[in-house]
């Protein structure tokens, strides 16, 4: 049983043995005194400040309602799983702004002929694939025109 359980199974003992909570508040505080469990009460306020502090130019993550499972992978990117299958690879987001930095930075290197590409070991190893694969399919594009 999860804890929405546990705490609606509580509230519900509340209600039956006469208490009543006209508003949220008195809610929260019946409920926090009758378990062991922590429980913080975030306001309309708190919600609002931390709003105002993401930037509104995120990138959209496409798709969030058939996202099962994400995890991030360090420097900005995420791995996820789809809910219809766990059979199918693991998918990578990697938010523009990041794709553009590495991408800049691989063109430099091999622009300049450096064979030693340390630069890739701080990449994400499962990145390192894709991110060098649209390199060259674009230094080709280029060559070829």
Request: with cysteine; charged share 25%.
């Amino acid at each position: 049983m999860g804890i929405g359980a546990v705490l609606k199974r509580k509230a519900d003992r509340l209600v039956a043995s006469g208490k009543d909570a006209s508003d949220a508040d008195q809610f929260f505080t019946m409920l926090r005194d009758c378990t062991k469990t922590r429980l913080y009460q975030i306001t309309d306020q708190d919600v609002e400040s931390v709003a105002n502090i993401i930037p509104k130019n995120i990138q959209v993550l496409k798709g969030t309602m058939a996202v099962h499972q994400m995890a991030t992978a360090g420097n900005g990117l995420f791995i996820y799983r789809e809910v219809s299958s766990f059979c199918k690879k693991t998918k990578i987001f990697v938010p523009d702004l990041i794709r553009k930095n590495m991408l800049a930075t691989l063109r430099r290197l091999l622009n300049q002929k450096v064979r030693n590409l340390r630069f890739l070991t701080s990449i994400p190893l499962i990145h390192q694939k894709s991110l060098l694969k649209s390199l060259m399919m674009k230094r080709m594009r280029v060559v070829m025109k």
